[in-house]
Nanobody, 122 residues
Framework: HVQLVDSGGGLVQPGGSLRLSCAAS????????IGWYRQTPEYDREFVAM???????NYADSVKGRFTISRDNAKDTVYLQMNSLIPEDTAVYSC????????????????WGQGTQVTVSS
């Protein structure tokens, strides 16, 4: 079983910064991909950023140059540093991971965190 716990959301003024954290735990053999999506009441879930095993990073065009995804391998924790926040970044941010389990079958599955609210407002 794999669990993702995301945290770090809050209320911030436009131009401010926040850092989200996602801690992965459980029977993890490999984190194939780990990253973030966000969702608002008006729109479907939107891709934000992803870190692929091996180091490649991908970002949505809307956050390039402002957000940075990184990983602490020792802790199986991924971070999303969000700078120059704008009101359009307001959403519930959820951590996502594509995980190969540490079992005989090396089962592969997708997992989600519970979500953390980010509100950008003056």
């Amino acid at each position: 079983h794999v669990q993702l716990v995301d945290s770090g959301g809050g209320l911030v003024q436009p131009g401010g910064s926040l850092r989200l954290s996602c801690a992965a735990s459980g029977s993890i053999f490999r984190l194939n991909r780990i990253g973030w999506y966000r969702q608002t009441p008006e729109y479907d879930r939107e891709f934000v950023a992803m870190l692929v095993d091996g180091g490649q990073t991908n970002y949505a065009d809307s956050v390039k140059g402002r957000f940075t995804i990184s990983r602490d391998n020792a802790k199986d924790t991924v971070y999303l540093q969000m700078n120059s926040l704008i009101p359009e970044d307001t959403a519930v941010y959820s951590c996502y991971a594509d995980v190969t389990a540490f079992n005989a079958g090396r089962d592969r599955g997708n997992y989600w965190g519970q979500g953390t609210q980010v509100t950008v407002s003056s």
